[in-house]
């Protein structure tokens, strides 16, 4: 049997005919949703703002009793690890002013409210190096 000189000599036909191309194609597409849902790193999001919010979340602000070990949520408060915000879209800003304001009783979908400023009323600073480690969390290709 004999085939179309084009098709014969097609890398496509070399390498598997069409199921090979349609693995190219998923693969490139893949990659390029990936590549758009990337979100830039904020600029006060640095690697020893990153660092000092993960002391201050698991030290002082008592931030993991609530919000469980790496953030993975528990029974009393969601998880933080994710991409699935309950309040807002979880960019950095939104993060600090939700730990600068908290989350009153009656919002909570536990029940049980978020302290303003954590447990131990976090400074400026505190609260921008917490919301930096809690934006790392879900975004951690950044």
């Not at 000189?5 to 390498?15: D, L």
């Not at 069409?18 to 990337?38: G, N, Y």
């Not at 469980?68 to 600090?96: M, Q």
């Not at 979908?109 to 400023?117: K, Q, S």
């Amino acid at each position: 049997m004999s085939c179309a000189r084009r098709w014969c000599r097609s890398p496509f036909r070399r390498a598997g005919g069409l199921p090979s191309l349609f693995v190219l194609l998923a693969a490139a597409a893949v990659a390029s949703t990936a590549q758009a849902q990337e979100v830039e790193r904020p600029e006060s999001v640095t690697d020893s703002s990153v660092a000092r919010g993960e002391r201050i979340f698991h030290g002082p602000a008592n931030c993991a009793s609530c919000h469980g070990e790496g953030a993975r949520g528990t029974d009393i408060a969601p998880a933080l690890s994710d991409t699935d915000w309950i309040r807002g879209s979880g960019s950095y800003e939104e993060i600090v002013e939700q730990v600068m304001h908290g989350v009153p009783r009656n919002e909570s979908r536990t029940d049980t409210p978020m302290p303003m400023r954590g447990w131990t009323g976090l400074d400026d600073d505190e609260v921008r190096a917490v919301a930096a480690y809690v934006w790392t969390l879900s975004n951690r290709r950044n």
